[in-house]
Structures are given as C-alpha cells and as structure tokens.
C-alpha cells in the first residue's frame, strides 16, 4: 500500500492546480501548433498575420479543452482518492475511465462507454510505464551486515 504524500496540497487546491497547469499546457502547445498550421496554410506575404490569427482563435480553446480534461481528472482523482483510503495507481485509471466517460456523455451512452474504455486503457498504460521506470531506475538498497556477537565479544545489553 502506498502512503499518502502530505507534500501535496488539500483537494480543492489541487484540482484549481491542476487545471490552470492543464489550461497553460494546452494553450501553449496549441500557440505553437496552430501558429505553426497557420502559417502553412497562408499565403506567401500574409504567413505572420495567418499564424497569429489562427493562435488568437485556436490555442484559447485547445487550452480549455485541455483545462476541463485535467479539472474533471484532478477532481475524480481526489474522489476516488477520498473514497478508496489509499494511494495507488488504480485511483488514476479509474479517474481516467471516470473523465472519458463524464466528457462524451453527451453522444449517448455507447460513445461514453467506449470513451471510458479508452481513457481508461491510456491512463493504465501510462501508469504501468511510470511503475516500470520507477523499478528499472530504482536505486537498489544496500544490505547491511548483521553479525551474531561472538562468545569473546561482551554482549550488548539494551
């Protein structure tokens, strides 16, 4: 069983977190996907005027998209958390099942399942690589000798 990591902020601090790191994430990622898209898709003069144009439409809602994926997360996480009393790498696919699940809800209970399915399926496999490298790069511990006192050495009265 894994210990809690009291390092971590309470709940409701987490979850705001954790969207705000998901919405930076997503906006980013989208400023440098979508400028670049946007400049291909230009014409030869207009290419800095077609990339920040497309930025300024785009990356704010790849952002929120990508927020309300790690809000849901971060928030069926501390619940499950909460519900379970422990800590361990089944609470994040169950989190993950629960969010893909929640966010294709709407297009009927087939997509939300399979939706869940596969969010689910990517968290596990995401979890078993981060328990595969904390194995394969895991510092061995070193033994210590324990020796036996001899009958010449005085014995250790505790």
Same mark, same amino acid.
């Given at each position: 069983?894994?210990?809690?990591?009291?390092?971590? %902020?309470?709940?409701?601090?987490? @979850?705001?977190? %954790?969207?705000?790191?998901?919405?930076?994430?997503?906006? @980013?990622?989208?400023?440098?996907?979508?400028? @670049?898209?946007?400049? +291909?898709?230009?014409? +030869?003069? $207009?290419?800095?005027?077609?990339?920040?144009?497309? @930025?300024?439409?785009?990356? #704010?809602?790849?952002?929120?998209?990508?927020?309300?994926?790690?809000?849901?997360?971060?928030?069926?996480?501390?619940?499950?958390?909460?519900?379970? /009393?422990? $800590?361990?790498?089944?609470?994040?696919?169950?989190?993950?099942?629960?969010?893909?699940? !929640?966010?294709?809800?709407?297009?009927? #209970? +087939?997509?939300?399942?399979?939706?869940?399915?596969?969010?689910?399926?990517?968290?596990?496999?995401? $979890?078993?690589?981060?328990?595969?490298?904390? +194995?394969?790069?895991? /510092?061995?511990?070193?033994?210590?000798?324990?020796? $036996?006192?001899?009958? !010449? !050495? #005085?014995?250790?009265?505790?």
């Amino acid at each position: 069983m894994a210990h809690p990591d009291h390092t971590r %902020d309470p709940c409701p601090y987490v @979850i705001l977190n %954790d969207f705000g790191g998901a919405f930076s994430m997503g906006a @980013i990622g989208g400023g440098i996907w979508h400028g @670049i898209k946007g400049a +291909r898709n230009s014409p +030869r003069g $207009e290419r800095l005027t077609g990339s920040l144009s497309a @930025i300024k439409a785009r990356a #704010p809602v790849l952002g929120g998209n990508f927020g309300v994926w790690g809000g849901l997360f971060s928030t069926f996480d501390c619940a499950v958390k909460g519900y379970r /009393q422990k $800590e361990d790498p089944w609470n994040a696919i169950i989190s993950g099942f629960l969010t893909g699940g !929640s966010l294709a809800a709407r297009a009927g #209970p +087939r997509s939300a399942l399979g939706s869940a399915v596969g969010c689910g399926v990517l968290l596990g496999v995401f $979890e078993g690589v981060g328990v595969l490298m904390n +194995r394969m790069f895991a /510092q061995p511990v070193p033994a210590i000798p324990i020796s $036996e006192p001899t009958p !010449s !050495s #005085p014995a250790v009265v505790a």
